[in-house]
């Protein structure tokens, strides 16, 4: 029975398949109502199979397929979607803020010795530095080697979306990495500045007498098993979030925006997979990963990444994720936030692409020399603005006055940001998992009690 239903929806998916690629020849014109019917039947089988796998993963990618479907063929519906992926996000949001004191707090304070977690702060940002350099050099050479910028037309800037261009000093994004008040922090989402003041609390944790840091250090790891619960509550609606999100974002733009800008997406996704397969993969199989456990562990977060388009959708389940990997929780406390600020691979390869595309785009040819200058630019602000609502794109803008370019060629990309937005999340998160468990395994804690190694 079980193979019989495995092999019908193989079949309305082989049908829907087919009908549309018969379409898309133009040798036969197939009628609009077969095609959205095939793909309607093919989406029900799938949800068929969705029910009988019960898994919240399964159902994620199943609601990322009902959701462009939505957007697709009811886009005035699709766009009145959006308040339900708000929705998710919000509770996400209030999960952030928490989770990461205490589980900082606790990576930090629940160590024996402080100098562990000084050992293990410098080999994290060493790596994080190697890695993401490693990762605006690999959207440099994409970019000056398919020229995206060139010959594009460019659409005009939607009036609803203005951004402002901030130029920021060094002084201010040194100043903008510590808080005036952790309360105004939390409020603001300025993840990087909650980021610190746990980690100098739990220092201060950790140099008072244990009888007095017992009881907060309970209180902060209660705190974050709460948390982890929490979250999976909220993750109880996801496929609803994700799906919604999905629905807005393809009925919003319309899936012939790609038509323009397909060699800048390509551009992007193709430098985004051999950034995966030449930078993080080598690195997976020298420090010994196990890769097959790995990938199976991070497939639900990186899909809630790149479905939502925000790392703090994927943070909490990535962490709890790697957990049950073999990954020690005051390794996971302590690196994953960390990174989540200081490690973001997908982002730095996203702004040099994106910097030199504007350049590209405005005919304006810039020197070897002076695209490095931007690169290394850009390693400093993009930390420097973590969790600010559409930070990538107000980075450019800073970027652009910063280096005198015209920022009119910005505004496309807030036309395919969502679909681009998609691919740095997602490697923001493979890169930040991967990067747990290598320090895991420079400390020699990762599965002590059951070891397992690459063959």
Do not use: C, W
């Given at each position: 029975m079980s193979n019989k239903?495995?092999?019908?929806?193989?079949?309305f998916l082989g049908v829907a398949a087919a009908l549309f690629l018969v379409h898309l020849s133009g040798f036969v014109a197939v009628p609009a109502a077969v095609l959205v019917a095939s793909r309607w039947l093919a989406i029900c089988s799938l949800v068929v199979h969705g029910i009988r796998k019960k898994s919240l993963t399964t159902w994620i990618l199943i609601s990322m397929v009902i959701g462009a479907e939505i957007g697709h063929d009811v886009p005035n519906i699709a766009v009145n979607l959006r308040v339900l992926s708000l929705v998710f996000l919000r509770m996400i949001k209030t999960i952030i803020a928490p989770l990461l004191f205490a589980t900082l707090v606790v990576g930090v304070a629940g160590h024996a010795n402080l100098k562990q977690v000084g050992r293990m702060g410098v080999k994290a940002l060493i790596y994080f530095e190697i890695v993401t350099t490693i990762?605006?050099?690999?959207?440099?050479?994409?970019?000056n080697l398919t020229q995206a910028g060139k010959g594009i037309h460019l659409p005009p800037a939607p009036v609803a979306e203005k951004l402002e261009a901030v130029k920021q000093?060094?002084?201010?994004?040194?100043?903008?990495?510590?808080p005036e008040n952790v309360a105004k922090a939390v409020a603001e989402g300025q993840i990087l500045q909650v980021v610190v003041f746990a980690l100098i609390f739990g220092v201060a944790l950790a140099m008072v007498p244990e009888p007095r840091r017992k009881p907060i250090l309970n209180i902060t790891e209660c705190l974050a098993d709460v948390m982890f619960k929490f979250t999976n509550i909220v993750m109880l609606f996801a496929p609803i979030g994700v799906g919604a999100a999905i629905a807005y974002t393809v009925g919003h733009m319309g899936l012939g925006i790609l038509l323009n800008l397909f060699k800048l997406l390509a551009t992007?996704?193709?430098?985004?997979?051999?950034?995966?397969?030449?930078?993080?993969?080598?690195?997976?199989?020298?420090t010994r990963v196990p890769i097959r456990e790995f990938v199976r562990a991070i497939i639900e977060p990186v899909s809630l990444a790149f479905a939502t388009t925000s790392s703090e959708a994927a943070l909490p389940r990535a962490m709890e994720a790697l957990e049950k990997l073999g990954v020690?929780?005051?390794?996971?406390?302590?690196?994953?936030?960390?990174?989540?600020?200081?490690?973001l691979d997908g982002t730095a390869l996203y702004l040099s692409l994106a910097s030199i595309f504007v350049a590209q785009a405005a005919g304006i040819e810039?020197?070897?020399?002076?695209?490095?200058?931007?690169?290394f630019t850009l390693m400093l602000t993009s930390k420097g603005v973590a969790g600010v609502p559409r930070a990538s794109l107000v980075i450019l803008l800073g970027t652009a006055a910063s280096f005198n370019l015209p920022i009119e060629p910005i505004f496309i990309i807030?036309?395919?940001?969502?679909l681009m937005d998609m691919a740095r999340t997602s490697v923001n998160v493979i890169g930040n998992c991967l990067a747990t468990v290598v320090i895991a395994r420079w400390e020699g804690e990762f599965r002590k009690s059951n070891e397992i190694t690459v063959t």
């Open positions: 239903i495995n092999i019908a929806i193989l079949g990762a605006l050099f690999i959207g440099l050479a994409a970019i000093s060094a002084s201010d994004v040194i100043i903008h990495i510590f992007l996704y193709i430098a985004m997979i051999a950034f995966l397969i030449l930078v993080l993969f080598p690195i997976a199989l020298i020690p929780r005051k390794i996971v406390a302590f690196i994953m936030p960390t990174g989540y600020s200081f490690n810039l020197s070897f020399g002076r695209q490095l200058v931007i690169i807030l036309g395919i940001d969502e």
